[in-house]
């Protein structure tokens, strides 16, 4: 008897374990590529890995939590690093011949751009962090530390540091190993075709005069193996769209007395850095103002203003000469002047020593920036800095109004762009804390989603559907007599198979535009005569068409009608109800503060307006389901 007890506890407690296992095993709370099929969106979670803040680290961890949810990034990292390893690495190693005497230091630096190694790490750091672990996981950031102290030989101190000045020298480093890798392989592939035509030119008469072979067909075979090696790396290089995080803006200046534009120079960019003005609240769309507007600008030396100051002061000089030599010379001058301010007012004529620039006319342009490459990854710095000369700085704490979708640029080269990513500082200009605010977005498992074909499952638009019932080219009010003759006026409207909406076949298109008493609708029980006036209004109906005499332009259309009791069913039905619908983007986030992470919405994100201080936008593909 005293054993029962015990017996009893011990099968509860086994019970209880093995329910503890069944729920635990075959309805878990999280998964690792889905959502619970059992948890509602409230109690739904989703783990992502944290990152450790050993010593004043949140500036490292919250630019690496927002790189972490740029997909076209970690698609562009996954691309270098891969492509190193299959490529030969003597390809990274060798140094262009202008190297030869440059110090050892520029040397080692060109080896360590070619290698990429931020890229790696950066690729490494990436790949640990877009996991979805089931329970808490927490890494620490030392390892790309460690790679960025070896890549740039100096140590990153753990004070407080700027989270914009670390992403702007990774960004900037990046680039940089892009362009090195580039131009190694251009190298290569030059030097390659150098082997070749070398070996096609030593090839002597005999071995190329061989059985059926001629000398021409060396050279031909040559040609056809160098030339797609040289085009390869040019339409790869296209087709990639480069670094996603580098763009490009031109400053043009613009002459406000003769209208002169000299040829701007572009400018490379990572990242846009955008003053915040100084008043209680601004939004994103000010800040751009403020940035891309036309500046006036004084005192400024015109180059074809400076030389049509030279031919006034060679024309007036002729006037004042004596000798006949020295109005020869003086001509000489005045025609090389006036040639150069025809062609090129930029460039000096050639053996005619311009007036003193000091008495050159001094004129106002107008200064305009604009973006000519977009990137695919923008990056915005809002500066909340405020500098004044009597005091110390101060952060400017003005709220800031930014939306989730962003169009940039004019009408003819618009792009648009997503918010993905954001950074807030919560403290004073000395000192405070960095948070990342991620949007919870899932790519495509494509490797090269930049190709697109224009037929074939996988085209980026559906296939069209070829209609049974032919559609009528011609609709109007030509009609003919009963003799066969043509009468009346052609309206001019083409009835086009493009013209129909997407969601609507053609022949769902067509039965809309029969006449009711074919197919009658749901509102007319005996045929449809309330609604015919309407039609007849505006115009022929199909069937009408159809009953008339045959037109030379228009031939007649035999239409089938149902009379099932299907028929009439599916007549009456609302198709628009079928039409496929968009693809919401996700409105759920996570608000990481080094190894703490919370679910938040767009809501909450978008409310942040007082402490963002970083933006990531992507740029929009051209997806018909994108909203």
């Not at 006037?319 to 005045?334: G, M």
């Not at 997407?502 to 006449?515: F, R, V």
């Not at 938040?600 to 409310?607: G, I, K, Y």
Request: charged share 25%; with cysteine.
């Amino acid at each position: 008897m005293p054993d029962k007890p015990l017996k009893v506890l011990t099968y509860a407690a086994s019970a209880s374990l093995a329910a503890v296992a069944l729920v635990y095993f075959f309805n878990p709370n999280q998964f690792i590529d889905g959502d619970s099929s059992t948890s509602s969106a409230s109690t739904r979670k989703k783990g992502i890995v944290g990152l450790t803040n050993p010593a004043n680290d949140c500036f490292i961890n919250s630019v690496l939590q927002a790189l972490a949810g740029l997909g076209d990034l970690r698609l562009y990292l996954i691309r270098e690093v891969h492509r190193r390893e299959l490529d030969d690495a003597s390809i990274y190693t060798s140094l262009p011949e202008e190297y030869n005497q440059r110090k050892d230091s520029d040397l080692a630096k060109l080896v360590t751009l070619q290698r990429a190694q931020v890229t790696q790490g950066l690729k490494s750091i990436l790949d640990q962090l877009n996991e979805r672990p089931i329970y808490k996981k927490t890494i620490s950031a030392q390892s790309f530390v460690a790679v960025l102290e070896h890549a740039f030989g100096t140590r990153i101190s753990r004070a407080q540091q700027d989270a914009q000045e670390l992403l702007q020298i990774v960004a900037e480093r990046l680039s940089e190993e892009y362009h090195a890798g580039k131009q190694a392989r251009r190298r290569y592939k030059e030097g390659l075709r150098k082997i070749l035509r070398r070996a096609s030119e030593s090839l002597s008469p005999e071995d190329a005069q061989g059985p059926g072979r001629d000398s021409s067909d060396v050279s031909t075979v040559v040609s056809e193996l160098i030339e797609p090696i040289c085009a390869a790396d040019e339409s790869t290089t296209e087709d990639e769209g480069g670094f996603p995080l580098e763009g490009q803006t031109e400053a043009r200046v613009e002459c406000q007395h003769c209208h002169f534009i000299p040829k701007s120079t572009p400018t490379s960019f990572v990242m846009l850095n955008l003053m915040v003005p100084q008043k209680g609240s601004t939004t994103l769309n000010e800040c751009f103002d403020a940035h891309f507007k036309t500046e006036y600008i004084d005192d400024y030396i015109c180059d074809r203003c400076r030389l049509q100051h030279a031919v006034e002061t060679l024309e007036e000089e002729v006037t004042y000469a004596k000798s006949k030599e020295q109005k020869d010379r003086i001509h000489f001058k005045l025609d090389r002047v006036r040639k150069a301010l025809e062609a090129d007012p930029e460039k000096a004529p050639e053996r005619v020593q311009l007036p003193d620039i000091k008495h050159a006319p001094k004129r106002k342009v107008a200064r305009h920036v604009q973006i000519t490459e977009f990137p695919k990854i923008l990056v915005i710095h809002l500066s909340r800095s405020m500098f004044d000369p009597g005091s110390y700085s101060q952060k400017n704490s003005a709220k800031l109004t930014f939306p989730e979708r962003l169009p940039i640029g004019g009408i003819l080269n618009r792009r648009k762009y997503k918010l993905l990513g954001l950074i807030t500082h919560n403290g004073t200009h000395d000192s405070g804390h960095y948070e990342t605010f991620r949007r919870q977005h899932l790519y495509p498992p494509t490797s090269r989603p930049h190709v697109k074909k224009s037929v074939g499952p996988y085209s980026a638009s559906a296939t069209p559907v070829v209609s049974n019932v032919p559609s009528p080219q011609l609709s109007g009010n030509l009609t003919t007599t009963p003799d066969g003759k043509a009468n009346g006026q052609l309206s001019g409207h083409l009835l086009e198979r493009s013209a129909l909406p997407d969601n609507q076949s053609p022949a769902a298109s067509s039965d809309s535009l029969s006449s009711t008493s074919t197919r009658p609708t749901s509102g007319s029980a005996a045929g449809g005569e309330e609604s015919r006036p309407s039609q007849e209004a505006k115009g022929p109906s199909v069937a009408h068409q159809a009953e008339e005499p045959t037109s030379v332009l228009s031939p007649p259309l035999e239409p089938k009608p149902d009379t099932s009791a299907f028929g009439r069913y599916s007549a009456s039905l609302d198709l628009t109800r079928f039409k496929r619908k968009k693809r919401k983007s996700s409105d759920r986030w996570w608000r990481i503060s080094d190894d703490k992470i919370r679910e938040c919405n767009t809501v909450d994100v978008l409310a942040m307006q007082r402490d963002v201080y970083m933006l990531f936008y992507e740029m929009v593909k051209d997806d018909p389901t994108e909203p």
